[in-house]
């Protein structure tokens, strides 16, 4: 229970101080695209999210802001969130998303300590639920392109169930 603790009063610190770092330069910019979503629910709350011109990873954004949200965040370290996914993907045992505290949207932006921070978390992740084995990935850029729902950077880390496959769609939705 001490880990709660010491993660909500660290969540709280990164709240204050990073509501003026998180806004994003010129309100025009994409912050999600509801297009991408797996199904019509996820496509109705990216809708909802895009109408309220928050970013959903920023402070004061939908994830950082709803409760719900934040009972399924499980750790933090100077950059980065851990959260399980809302949208777990088919045939996953477990679904994590680590959310980088800074609005950024490149890889490229990452500074060492965020790159080095990305790492402890993730070995944080594989240390605490006893990992065996599991897949990272980062989208990153024109949504449109690269299929992802939220642009501001982050990763996920999945665990396929046991004898599942998990299917990760790079690229636009198909048409149908």
Not at 37 to 44: G, I, L, S, T, W
Not at 112 to 128: F, I, N, P, Q, Y
Request: proline fraction near 5%; hydrophobic fraction near 35%; charged fraction near 20%.
């Amino acid at each position: 229970m001490a880990t709660r603790s010491r993660f909500t009063s660290e969540f709280k610190r990164f709240v204050v101080f990073s509501v003026l770092r998180c806004m994003i330069g010129g309100m025009n910019q994409q912050i999600v695209n509801p297009n991408n979503a797996r199904n019509d629910v996820y496509r109705q709350n990216l809708e909802e999210i895009e109408a309220d011109g928050k970013c959903p990873f920023c402070p004061m954004g939908h994830t950082m802001d709803d409760p719900s949200e934040q009972k399924k965040m499980v750790h933090a370290n100077d950059s980065w969130i851990v959260k399980l996914n809302t949208h777990q993907l088919a045939g996953a045992d477990l679904h994590v998303v680590l959310i980088l505290k800074d609005h950024k949207l490149r890889i490229g932006e990452l500074t060492e300590k965020e790159s080095s921070d990305l790492v402890k978390a993730v070995s944080w992740l594989t240390d605490e639920y006893q990992i065996g084995g599991g897949a990272l990935y980062m989208r990153e850029g024109n949504t449109d392109r690269t299929g992802a729902t939220v642009c501001h950077l982050h990763a996920q880390y999945v665990v396929p169930s046991e004898n599942q496959n998990v299917t990760v769609g790079f690229g636009p939705p198909p048409t149908v």
